[in-house]
């Protein structure tokens, strides 16, 4: 399967930098606060995932084509989005590429960020983020940072296989997850998320022009969260809602 | 051919495998149904200058909720109306046109200056008692279901 995809890189990658996945899943909150941490620090293309696992579509900026699944960077940071919903059946192969081609360039740590559907997201004033870890110490991290832990519970899609292959591979590894509305875009639950993610990585992001934004995020985000919504049914995403039988 | 007789290559398909087939093929039609609902037309419409909101609706033991996200409009502005017994229609105002232009789309010309939407309820509702709210760009509809037959437990 894996020889269908791959990475194909534009410029040199760093060694020892922290991947960030921004990736779009339930109120897109990765993809609205990775594409904003791109935008605010400025990061440059330096990869894109060349797959035939995914549909045919290019996406054009300034008259320029581009793979929709891209990789910015600079020399600390890496940042994996894609400007297409992932294929539902595409998605255990992506990420495995994903996390393998990020342990070749010795990532010190994956941190993914994602939203948790909320019922009643339209009553909560201050969507609150709970965190999900690979390894204990780091769980003692988000925990030394007053972040709530996600203890548990059901995670399902690109998150979920990024931590369980990081965890397979001994990467270290955390989840950043954001209340939010299921298929609607929600950019105050991505502010929510940049501000948890810079408790444990230097970043330095102000998110009051992505929340002074919100409304436009919202109008553009429209078709990408629709096509989001049908690949997620089909992952199963429900499933979150679920309690699990072993505790 | 041996000794007259015709020897098929093929290895007939267990029944199993023929309904694992029958399962994909039911799958890949489902999978079409399905995008061309909800894809088959654009999200907007040109000739009455309206987007369409990202909506959803509930259903629950009580009542349908719908809801729809409606960023950029006027709450004073908002429509919504029992077009027959099992849909609702959804329109409101935007605070200030939207071009594709601010899209960054140049190979399109056209403005939006509202919402529209007709949502279908999958179940029997009573619509004369609908109440709504708008609270955080999202408008939420609740609708009561409408009560069945009582069946007596004995």
Known sequence: MSETIKIVEKESIPSNAI????????????????????????????????????????????????????????????????????????????????????????????????????????????????????????????????????????????????????????????AFLAQSYYNYPDPEAAAAAIQEVAKIVDLKVDVTQLLQKGEEIRLRARDIMKRTQRELTQMKKSQEYDVPYVS | MLGGMLVSTKRRKDLFELMRDYIKDWETFADELLESAIMEHPSWDLESCCLEPLCNVFVSADEAVVTADLPNIDPKTIKV??????????????????????????????????????????????????????????LEVRIPRKKGYKIKVE
């Open chain 1, 19 to 174: 991947m960030l996945q921004g990736l779009p899943d339930v109120g897109l909150v990765g993809l609205i606060a990775t594409s904003y941490i791109i935008s605010e620090l400025d990061l440059a293309e330096i990869a894109y995932v060349d797959t035939d696992l995914m549909p045919p579509i290019i996406v054009l900026h300034e008259g320029l084509p581009h793979a929709p699944l891209r990789i910015f960077g600079n020399n600390r940071l890496i940042a994996v989005i894609s400007e297409i919903a992932i294929p539902a059946n595409s998605v255990h192969a992506i990420m495995r590429v994903i996390t393998d081609w990020g342990q070749s360039k010795n990532v010190k740590m994956v941190i993914s960020i994602g939203g948790i559907p909320m019922e009643n997201r339209q009553d909560l004033k201050e969507p609150k983020v709970f965190g999900a870890a690979s390894n204990k110490e780091l769980i003692r991290l988000l925990k030394e940072k007053e972040l709530e832990i996600l203890k548990e519970g059901y995670m399902v899609g690109p998150q979920a296989l990024t931590m369980r292959y990081c965890a397979e591979k001994e990467i270290p590894a955390v």
């Open chain 2, 81 to 138: 109306k029992a077009t027959n017994a099992n849909t609702i229609e959804i329109k409101a105002s935007m605070k200030r046109k939207i071009r594709f232009h601010d899209f960054g789309i140049t190979h399109r010309q056209g403005e939006f200056t509202s919402f529209r939407c007709h949502v279908h309820i999958p179940v029997s509702v009573d619509m004369k008692k609908m109440k709504t709210q708008f609270k955080r760009g999202i």
